[in-house]
């Protein structure tokens, strides 16, 4: 049995052992050979070289899998830190189950008695229209520069997200973008306008959630009714009627683009502020339509404004005063209003813009001549209805209405009510009085330039507009009642029962003054102004109709052909004469306060009661009087709405008292003296 070989013995092999082996191998032979007695004498060099080997392929597979190990921890990490915080934002919400589409605050359009638009009032300043009823450019116009990917989105487009997140590394704060569509509608319902990340967690979640719950047409009708552009006007149809005095239903693709580029910037780009930053912008949103296929490009450039030319923007007129005296008159009729409505006015629309461009026209004309700045007109019908409103030059720069909220001294215009308490305590138009100077209690009035006539009738005294007689007579009758005549026609403002007020003193609106006459005009009933006749819904209930309604007779029967024939008088031969127009009886009165602070006429016709007055805000004295400015104003007021109606009369307008004169009040009412009806017959026959 042969021995085996020890581990550590090595096998050695000559040439001559080897199949085929020659000399010519005997250097390999040789190296092997070196090596082999190499490997024999460092073993452990040889292992070393083969871990290494080894541990080489090891480490980087453990490195990898370590990454990707601790990735996904800190990915899981991540995730649930991002949940937390969203958790958390989360929480600071009402419950979902709660979540509920805000009403929409009520509207009140505010229409003449055509339907003609004045005004859209409340929060919103217009009413909310449906996306169907728009023109396909409109709603194109919006999502072209505003969401792009509205249609294929959740409700947050995250490439929009990424953008917005760099930018606003970049600098390092919140500037904003990014926000889609319908997080623009969840901000604008639910959240307030903090910029911060904490809001826009919960934007996103609100987001989510409307798109769950609404259609795409849905979100894009709640932002077009409730989105800002400007001018106090949330919503496409405020802001088409604001800019442009139309319907959004009527926009035009120009006018569509000038709209959605609001959007970005408001106030900066309102159109009527800024026109060549409002056309620049539309062109940009013209362009981005016809990028996204909406339009094309042809008509993107016909659409474009003409920078050389001035965007045509609604010019915001006279009836916003009427519009105002409405708002307020809404919580008499309604209370709170709580959804829209329709309020139908008395306007008429075509005498509201005669009466507006009329005083426009005589400020501008005469206004630096007669040194006066503004101006006011009112008129109405006989039964009270208000045709037209005029409170002012421009609302735009001073919404202040001269016409129904100012109160400014009427002058000569309130002596028809110191003459018909006259006619109540016996006196007639024929009746002689006399135009002479007196004191009373150190009070000397005087005649306008100092002139004066002695005896003369009532209905002269009156034509001339003698502030002697009427001083006479308010301390005759007491002025206590001249006050209480003034109010049973209708005059609300406070009356100080001095004997100087028969002078027009007092402070009264051109509103009431010129509502007062109305009696004169329709026969002797009292009468209660009114601008609304009817108030609808938006879906056509009515919830208030207009009934006759007043105080009744507040003049006698046998006392209106004596006013009216001494108010005649007034416009034939008196202060008023420049008034009459065609063959239409009118009477009137006109007015100046002391110093020419105020100049008024105050007149009518069967049709129309109609008050103007002219004057300065800051009460500074003018050279315009109520027999040249206002009666001018009026007189083309009053031709204009009379055209195409039959002439009618004035009641008792046919009847004159010039023929006979009784006699003479031949001594000045003595202080405290006091005459009633008994005795000023008793005077006359008892001679």
Same mark, same amino acid.
């Given at each position: ?32 050979? +070196? ?65 509920? /589409? ?28 449906? /996306? ?176 050389? +030319? ?31 409505? /329709? ?9 509201? +813009? ?86 009373? +209690? ?246």
């Amino acid at each position: 049995m042969a021995r085996k070989p020890s581990k550590s013995s090595d096998l050695k092999l000559t040439n001559a052992d080897r199949i085929g082996g020659t000399k010519g191998k005997k250097t390999r032979t040789r190296t092997k050979a +070196k090596t082999a007695a190499s490997s024999k004498a460092n073993p452990k060099k040889k292992v070393t070289r083969r871990k290494a080997k080894k541990q080489q392929k090891w480490t980087f597979w453990r490195v990898f899998r370590r990454l990707f190990y601790w990735g996904v921890v800190l990915g899981v990490w991540a995730l649930i830190a991002v949940g937390g915080i969203v958790a958390y934002y989360g929480m600071q919400l009402p419950s979902s189950d709660t979540w509920a /589409i805000p009403d929409r605050p009520a509207n009140i359009r505010i229409v003449a008695a055509d339907g003609q638009l004045l005004s859209n009032r409340g929060k919103m300043g217009g009413e909310a229209i449906s /996306i169907h009823e728009l023109p396909h450019f409109v709603p194109a116009a919006v999502l072209a520069i505003e969401d792009r990917r509205f249609y294929d989105h959740f409700g947050i487009d995250p490439i929009g997200i990424a953008r917005a997140f760099v930018n606003n590394t970049i600098e390092g704060r919140i500037t904003g973008g990014g926000s889609t569509i319908t997080q623009q509608v969840a901000k604008n319902l639910f959240l307030t306008p903090d910029q911060n990340y904490g809001r826009k967690i919960q934007e996103a979640l609100l987001s989510v959630w409307l798109e769950q719950n609404f259609t795409k047409d849905e979100i894009l009708q709640l932002y077009l009714n409730r989105v800002y552009f400007g001018a106090g006007s949330y919503g496409i149809e405020a802001a088409s009627q604001r800019y442009f005095g139309k319907s959004a239903r009527n926009l035009s693709l120009g006018e569509s683009a000038i709209l959605a580029g609001l959007l970005k910037a408001p106030s900066r780009l309102a159109p009527n502020k800024n026109p060549e930053g409002a056309a620049a912008r539309a062109r940009v949103v013209l362009n981005a339509m016809a990028e996204e296929g909406y339009i094309s490009e042809a008509e993107a450039k016909a659409a474009a404004i003409d920078p050389n +030319k001035r965007i045509r923007t609604r010019v915001t007129g006279t009836e916003y005063y009427v519009a105002d005296w409405v708002e307020t008159l809404m919580d008499n009729y309604l209370g709170e209003v709580e959804q829209d409505v /329709i309020v139908y006015t008395t306007i008429n629309w075509e005498l509201q +813009k005669q009466a507006e461009f009329l005083i426009k026209e005589i400020v501008r004309e005469q206004g630096e001549e007669r040194a006066f700045s503004q101006g006011a007109l009112v008129s109405m019908t006989p039964d009270g209805a208000v045709q037209a409103i005029v409170g002012g030059i421009d609302y735009t720069t001073s919404q202040y209405n001269r016409a129904v909220t100012a109160r400014r001294q009427s002058g000569s215009a309130f002596k028809p009510f110191v003459y018909l308490t006259a006619l109540e305590n016996g006196y007639r138009p024929e009746t002689v009085v006399d135009d002479s100077p007196f004191t009373y +209690k150190g009070w000397s009035p005087q005649n306008a330039g100092g002139k004066t006539r002695g005896t003369m009738q009532l209905r002269d005294a009156l034509a001339v507009s003698s502030n002697l007689v009427a001083a006479k007579l308010a301390i005759e009758l007491g002025p206590q009642n001249v006050a209480q005549t003034a109010y049973k026609l209708g005059i609300s403002s406070n009356i100080d029962p001095v004997p100087s007020s028969a002078l027009g003193t007092t402070g009264i609106s051109l509103l009431e003054l010129t509502a007062a006459y109305a009696p004169f005009a329709n026969g002797g009933e009292g009468i209660i102004a009114r601008v609304i006749s009817r108030i609808e819904t938006a879906e056509g209930e009515v919830l208030y109709n207009h009934q006759p309604a007043g105080p009744g007779r507040v003049v006698a029967p046998e006392h209106i052909p004596m006013m009216n024939d001494m108010l005649a008088h007034a416009v034939e031969v008196g202060t008023g004469r420049k008034a009459r127009f065609g063959d239409w009886p009118i009477a009137g009165k006109t007015g100046t306060s002391q110093k020419n602070r105020d100049a008024l006429f105050v007149g009518y016709s069967a049709r129309l009661v109609t008050g103007v007055w002219v004057g300065n805000d800051d009460d500074t004295p003018t050279n315009a009087s109520g027999g040249n400015v206002p009666v001018q104003v009026w007189h083309d007021f009053m031709q204009k709405a009379h055209e195409g109606l039959a002439v009618a009369q004035i009641p008792g307008g046919n009847v004159r008292f010039d023929n006979q004169s009784l006699e003479p009040m031949t001594q000045r009412p003595q202080e405290g003296q006091r005459r009633n009806l008994g005795d000023l017959i008793n005077e006359i026959f008892s001679r």
